[in-house]
C-alpha cells in the first residue's frame, strides 16, 4: 500500500472518529460529515478546531501570516492595506488582506469578511474558518498550506452581498493577490466568489456542477462554510467538490 493511500485512509479514519466515535457504520457511499463543532462529539484526541484555535493565536500573534514576509505580497500588502476607494473603508475596524503560505498551490476565495473577521483583521476565524479547518483537515491540509482570501477586504454592514461598485474597486486586489501567489488551483467558496471571479450569473448548483479555468487555472466552485453550517444536507455536496480539488493535487485532473 503506497504513502498515499495509507495518509487518506489515516485521515478518513480520524474524521470519522471524531464525528462518530469509535464504531465503524458505512451507509452507501462515503462521505465526511463536516459537523459544526458545537455539534461534534466530544473526543479525546486532537481535533482540527483545536488546531483551527490555536491557528487564530498564531495568526493575531503574527501579522507575517498575512504576507508571510513574501516580498511582492508584502509590499502589494502595505500599498492597498489603507484603501478607501468604496464607502466599505468607512464602516470598517480591519482591513482583511487574506492569509497563508505565499507559495500555496491552492488559494481558497471567499466573499468578503463577515464580523469575526472584521473584528480580527484575519479572514475565516469565525464559525465558518473552523469548519473550513475541518475541511482542509479531511483532505490532510492545515491552513499553512494554502493561501486564502476574499473578493472585498472589507465587510459590508450586515454581512448584506458585495455591490457592484465594491466589487468593482476591490477585485482588482484579489487578481493581484492570484498574480503574484500563482496558485496550481483555485476553490470559490461561495456562489458570490464564483459569481464574480467567472463573470458569469449562473446559480451556484450549475456553477458547481460545470468545469471551469481561471486564467488557464483549474477553478473548483463549492459552498461557502457558512452556508454548511445554515443547511447540512449540502455537507456531502460539499465533500463531493472536495474530492475534485484532491484529485487536482494528485494530478488525476
Ligand atoms: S472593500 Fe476594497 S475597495 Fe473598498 S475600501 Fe475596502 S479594500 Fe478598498
New binding site residues.
Given amino acids: 500500500m503506497n504513502e498515499k493511500l495509507i495518509d487518506d485512509i489515516k485521515h478518513l479514519l480520524q474524521w470519522y472518529r471524531l464525528n462518530y466515535g469509535e464504531t465503524l457504520s458505512i451507509p452507501g457511499e462515503l462521505s465526511f460529515d463536516l459537523e459544526d463543532e458545537e455539534t461534534a462529539p466530544a473526543i479525546p484526541v486532537p481535533q482540527p478546531a483545536a488546531v483551527a484555535r490555536e491557528a487564530d493565536r498564531e495568526s493575531l500573534a503574527d501579522p507575517l501570516k498575512i504576507h508571510g514576509d513574501h516580498p511582492r505580497l508584502k509590499s502589494f500588502y502595505e500599498e492597498?492595506r489603507n484603501?478607501?476607494?468604496?464607502?466599505?473603508?468607512q464602516s470598517?475596524k480591519h482591513?482583511v488582506f487574506g492569509m497563508g503560505n505565499p507559495q500555496a498551490d491552492i488559494m481558497f476565495i471567499g466573499e468578503?469578511p463577515g464580523r469575526d473577521e472584521d473584528e480580527q483583521g484575519f479572514p475565516f476565524v469565525g464559525r465558518a474558518g473552523k469548519l473550513l479547518d475541518k475541511m482542509l483537515f479531511a483532505l490532510g491540509l492545515k491552513r499553512e498550506d494554502i493561501y486564502i482570501a476574499n473578493v472585498?477586504?472589507?465587510r459590508p454592514p450586515g454581512n448584506r452581498d458585495p455591490l457592484p461598485d465594491?466589487v468593482l474597486?476591490?477585485e482588482p486586489?484579489l487578481q493581484q493577490q492570484l498574480a503574484i501567489i500563482q496558485p496550481r488551483v483555485v476553490v470559490a467558496l461561495g456562489r458570490i466568489a464564483a459569481q464574480v471571479l467567472l463573470k458569469s450569473g449562473d446559480s451556484l448548483k450549475i456553477l458547481r456542477e460545470s468545469e471551469h479555468s481561471y486564467n488557464g487555472i483549474p477553478f473548483i466552485v463549492t459552498y461557502h462554510p457558512a452556508a454548511l453550517l445554515r443547511n447540512s444536507g449540502w455537507k456531502a455536496l460539499a465533500w463531493h467538490d472536495l474530492k475534485k480539488l484532491k484529485k487536482h493535487m494528485a494530478g488525476e485532473l
Fill in positions: 492597498i484603501c478607501r476607494n468604496c464607502d466599505l473603508s470598517r482591513f468578503a472585498l477586504k472589507c465594491e474597486q476591490c486586489y
